[in-house]
């Protein structure tokens, strides 16, 4: 085995677990309320297990008259059995038990008044009594603690995990388009799904089992060292040596688990693919192919997930085996050190000695699979700490200002750009300069992958220049707070994406608080607000999953809506008709006619024809702006842009 691996991984596990540890800091409150009431829980067990010695009272002889401890007087009823005071010469501890017990088999017998048969059979009652009282006592203690610390440690779970989730998606959603363009939806999916699912395993288990079943070792311990104190010392020995036997056991279970993770993340890519493509599925019969690549993903899954089941399993078995010896050992080194029934442990001591070792047999069998469930799953925990300490992508520097008051004026100023960590890709803009001035329409064409979309997306920061700058009203866009940059630009792109919500949802999305008379205002501008009022439930129809109940023109009118409402000084349309048919666009063109009114907008146009009014045309070919013009001044001579429209009319 790799010495560095090893320890590199160990030093992993630590720093997970005490991420995770760290995240019950803010609920301490109600975590000491979960230890108190576990700690109340294993005390009432521990309790109901030392119910064994008044039972053993009932078993014992009356001490011969002229004995230590004195014959039984029946005045008194005071009665003195040889167990306990073989126990009580001993052990100061237990002369005080067995004082309190006595005095409490008196007060039974006192209160029923009971007088029947001779002063054994009474003190048989009366300790019968004491046992019932004691026996209903722990339970009713144990059940209402048991209770307490359930729902307290659920509700801990769920506050943690809520935090959690929110945390991860937060930060997620800092990250720039360029890391969503690295990352497959399904390795995403599966750190918001299975691995948070680790991380909810995780948090049950350390308030779990990892508090309950060590209090359960614990007091035991405690009781057994007010027993004799040597015979406590001797069971924390051999429990030291199950700890660190557990610890080398479980470094196969934490690799072997990170490769299962990695491995569920493949499957769940696949499943997402398959469904995203769905219609290319049908379309082409590929179902056959697609379950043959799911089935290999999951054996793949079925491989990895065994591989670290079966380190559980093995690790488990080889715990349980070490634990029994233990036991067995304890047993045997309490006989061999003090005689059975010896002076130094005599009969109730040995049989309370025995009662509570064995009591810590269970506890320390599940701590075992709890802690080797806690290592299994601390390698998912890792991947959602993993995306939670990613960098925001774009933070606002230092000292960003509000963007407000926005006349709309937009440079592009010597602009470079390129896809690819730190800009090492292939350049898709070449020191790009173009002006935009306030309420104009500037129009960008070119054949795919001239750079069009690249250069808008610039604007709203979804990327930033790897040279030059951009700049807004003469202020280079990054000075700006980017949330309110966000706030003065609008987007309608060529595919509309509408949420499964309702209709008025989905247009208020555009703004934050807007009322349904602002809502109605902005679907009436977009052309669409009669074809919702012939809806069942008018604005509170729900559209289907990406918009599947309306057609491409009404979803991409109410996209316009959207646009609408949120009333932007910058416009940027990604050919927005380029996937509607004719009667559709020309429902959409009317929209975006109210939408551009008064705006500065950045159109990329597939169809040329519908960009034939705007103030400037500007055409790009391989990153840079290779003419510029109006529709007009393009066509009069021998242009690039003159080649691609007739080439488009004779396509059409």
């Known amino acids: 085995m790799d010495t560095g691996s090893a320890a590199s991984r160990s030093v992993s596990n630590r720093k997970t677990l005490s991420r995770l540890l760290f995240c019950f800091l803010p609920h301490s409150p109600l975590l000491v309320a979960t230890l108190i009431s576990s700690g109340i829980y294993a005390g009432a067990m521990t309790a109901r297990v030392g119910l064994i010695y008044p039972i053993l009272r009932l078993v014992g002889q009356e001490a011969p008259a002229g004995e230590e401890g004195g014959a039984a007087v029946p005045s008194e009823l005071t009665f003195v059995r040889s167990v306990a005071a073989a126990d009580s010469k001993g052990s100061a501890l237990f002369a005080k038990v067995n004082g309190i017990l006595d005095r409490m088999d008196l007060y039974w017998i006192d209160f029923f008044g009971y007088d029947g048969g001779t002063p054994k059979e009474q003190a048989r009652f009366g300790t019968l009594m004491s046992i019932l009282v004691l026996y209903l006592a722990v339970t009713v203690a144990a059940a209402l603690s048991n209770y307490v610390q359930l729902y307290l440690r659920a509700l801990l779970v769920v506050r943690i995990l809520v935090s959690l989730r929110v945390r991860l998606l937060q930060n997620l959603l800092q990250q720039p388009l360029a890391f969503y363009n690295e990352q497959k939806r399904g390795e995403l999916i599966s750190r918001m799904g299975n691995d948070v699912h680790a991380a909810t395993t995780c948090l049950n288990t350390l308030t779990g089992p990892l508090i309950q079943q060590p209090l359960l070792i614990f007091v035991p311990v405690v009781a057994l060292i007010a027993v004799a104190w040597w015979s406590g010392f001797l069971v924390l020995l051999f429990l030291g040596g199950i700890t660190y036997s557990l610890r080398k056991q479980t470094r196969k279970i934490h690799r072997r688990a990170k490769v299962r993770q990695r491995t569920i993340a493949r499957v769940t890519e696949a499943m997402v693919q398959m469904f995203s493509g769905i219609r290319v599925v049908k379309a082409f019969g590929l179902e056959k192919v697609k379950v043959e690549q799911y089935t290999k993903r999951n054996q793949e899954f079925s491989r990895d997930a065994m591989a670290a089941e079966s380190s559980k399993a093995w690790t488990r078995t080889w715990m349980e085996l070490l634990i029994n010896l233990i036991v067995v050992m304890v047993l045997l080194g309490a006989i061999l050190l003090t005689g059975l029934g010896g002076d130094q442990l005599p009969w109730g001591k040995l049989v309370i000695f025995i009662a509570f070792t064995a009591q810590i ?88 992958g001239a750079g069009k979309s690249t250069l808008v997306n610039l604007v709203p920061r979804f990327y930033d220049p790897v040279e030059g700058r951009i700049t807004i009203d003469g202020t280079d866009i990054r000075e700006f707070r980017r949330e309110s940059l966000l706030q ?55 559209v289907g999953e990406r918009g599947a109940n309306l057609s491409g023109g009404q979803g991409q009118r109410l996209t316009i809506a959207r646009a609408i409402i949120r009333d932007p000084k910058i416009l940027i349309l990604d050919e927005a008709t380029s996937n509607l ?28 024809p519908t960009i034939q009014h705007a103030d400037k045309i500007c055409v790009m070919q391989d990153g840079r702006i290779a003419e510029m013009g109006t529709h007009r001044q393009l066509l009069q001579s021998d242009t690039l842009y003159r080649r691609l429209y007739k080439l488009q009319f004779a396509r059409e």
């Open 581 to 608: 048919d004719t009667a559709s666009e020309k429902a959409v063109q009317e929209a975006l006619q109210n939408l551009m009114e008064g705006r500065t907008t950045l159109v990329i146009a597939h169809r040329l």
């Open 361 to 448: 047999y269970r506890p320390s069998k599940l701590v075992v699979h709890a802690y080797t469930d806690l290592v299994d799953e601390l390698a998912g925990t890792a991947r959602v700490f993993e995306f939670m300490d990613l960098a925001p992508g774009m933070p606002d520097k230092p000292g960003a200002i509000p963007l407000h008051d926005v006349v709309g004026t937009v440079r592009f100023e010597d602009v470079s750009f390129a896809y690819g960590s730190n800009g090492s890709a292939v350049p898709v803009l070449d020191h790009v300069n173009l002006e935009v001035p306030a309420g104009q329409v500037v129009a960008l064409v070119g054949h795919s």
């Open 488 to 542: 003065q630009i609008a987007i309608v792109t060529q595919e509309p994406f509408l949420f499964n919500t309702t209709i008025r949802e989905n247009i208020a999305y555009g703004r934050a608080g807007a009322t349904i008379h602002e809502i109605i205002a902005a679907a009436q501008a977009a052309h669409i607000h009669d074809f919702i009022l012939t809806l069942p439930q008018g604005y509170d129809t729900v």
